[in-house]
């Protein structure tokens, strides 16, 4: 296993039916993160090996040119989070078409391929890289996310699992056979079960709750304790020592707006902190700076992507019968990558220098477009957002420096 810092990510795994899809995005919604359904990709994929005229069963293992170009094609983005995840293929949508039963059967056919299980695994990772997540599918706990800092196995009867299906084709206007949605069931718990290739079962480290006698909202309630019990143990968790000065996640994202420049703190490992000053823009909850390609933080960065970024505003001494500030501080706890994509560099250049030069943005362009060669562009993930305020009080909310808590993954 290659050595990732420990991800903000849930993974919530289990068998077809156990309510995955449904607490994963009412988890996510929680949390204010996006939702990952990888069942979704495996079902696009599935349709698109479909389209191609590739059967694994009478074709045998790709490695032929179909099923290759076919994994070129499944290019996944994820956009919003809770409700409002929606996983993207080439940038479109993906749509009901794949939620069809034979869909899944054809998804649960393919999956058994070590080539699919590699291709996926490293789709799915390169989107935990971009985002905090609930991951919801068979092996995100065990292969995809091992270090996920909380891992959730839901699991019910078949019978209970084929009533829930039932239940949900009924409301969706479709009947159906409670004994045939059984069978089915059970056919595609032993395929997932069965397969060589990760094997559907709970991490060693999962939190296993048997639904098969829970509503929804207990399930959920079971989940959000163990992800709190995980958050609680979770070593990077900044803890606030003034609660009344806690900033809400909506208000810590407008201080990284507005905020002028902001230091980089990195741990190379030699037990002496390095920290740079940078400019940057904050651009879809993520933090852009640029660098020359080469140097000490740039070497560092290579090695260890678990960065600290804080930014101060709002400034202002006063006194007050005792010397004190008012201020507003934001903190950033998470992973930074190196920007490879031309298009995401050149759109953050563009954004860099609209931010410190408005009145030159008409030229911004043409700059990106010069500096893309010999400029390094990192973009920072945030996985735990903190703020914290002191603000000069105004008559409406005289006194008071209480904000909203926090909704991150802290
Ligand atoms: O969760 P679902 O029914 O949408 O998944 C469809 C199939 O995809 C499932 O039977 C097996 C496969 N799958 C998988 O092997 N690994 C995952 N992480 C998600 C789905």
């Given amino acids: 296993m290659t050595k990732r810092a420990r991800s903000m990510i849930v993974t919530v795994d289990g068998p077809a039916g156990a309510g995955k ?25 599935a349709l698109e090996l479909q ?49 069809a039963e034979q869909t899944g ?5 393919i999956a058994v391929l070590p080539e699919v299980r590699e291709f996926m695994k490293q789709a799915q990772r390169a989107l935990g890289d971009r985002h905090a997540l609930v991951a919801e599918g068979r092996d995100m706990g065990t292969v995809v996310f091992p270090d996920a800092f909380c891992k959730i196995y839901l699991s019910a009867s078949a019978r209970v699992r084929a009533g829930r299906r039932l239940l949900q084709l009924r ?67 900044v803890r606030m020592r003034r609660r009344d000065r806690e900033t809400g996640r909506d208000d810590v994202l407008k201080l990284l707006e507005r905020g002028e420049y902001g230091v980089l703190a990195l741990d190379d490992g030699s037990s002496w902190p390095y920290a740079v000053p940078l ?30 970024f804080s930014v101060v505003a709002d400034t202002e001494p006063v006194y007050d019968k005792s010397f004190s500030t008012y201020y507003a501080s934001a903190t950033v706890i998470g992973r930074v990558f190196p920007v490879a994509d031309e298009e995401e560099k050149k759109r953050a250049l563009v954004l860099l220098a609209e931010k410190y030069s408005p009145e030159h943005a008409d030229k911004a ?37 209480a904000h909203s808590p926090m909704r991150a993954l802290t």
């Fill in 365 to 401: 362009a043409i700059y990106a477009e010069r500096s893309l060669k010999n400029t390094a562009v990192y973009r920072i993930v945030p996985e735990l957002l903190s703020g914290k305020a002191r603000l000069r009080p105004v008559p409406e909310r005289q006194g008071t420096q």
């Fill in 21 to 45: 899809s449904t607490l994963a995005v009412r988890v996510a919604e929680e949390l204010g993160v996006p939702c990952l359904d990888t069942g979704a990709m495996f079902r696009t994929l």
């Fill in 171 to 237: 409301a969706a206007g479709r009947d159906a056979d409670i004994r045939e949605i059984e069978a089915r069931i059970r056919a595609r718990d032993v395929q997932d079960e069965s397969r060589a290739s990760a094997p559907l079962r709970p991490a060693d480290d999962a939190v296993i709750i048997d639904t098969t006698d829970m509503d929804a909202d207990a399930v959920f309630a079971a989940i959000m304790r163990a992800v709190r019990e995980a958050q609680a143990a979770a070593p990077v968790a």
């Fill in 105 to 109: 059967m054809a998804a649960a056919a």
């Fill in 279 to 308: 400019s940057y823009v904050l651009s879809d909850g993520a933090l852009y700076f640029h660098c020359a390609p080469a140097g000490r933080k740039v070497a560092i960065m290579a090695r260890n992507n678990r960065v600290c």
């Fill in 51 to 99: 389209r191609a005229g590739f059967d694994p069963a009478r074709t045998g293992p790709p490695g032929t040119p179909e099923p290759a170009r076919c994994f070129a094609a499944c290019v996944f983005s994820l956009e919003g989070v809770g409700v409002s995840s929606r996983l993207l293929c080439r940038g479109e949508p993906v749509g009901d078409e794949v939620r």
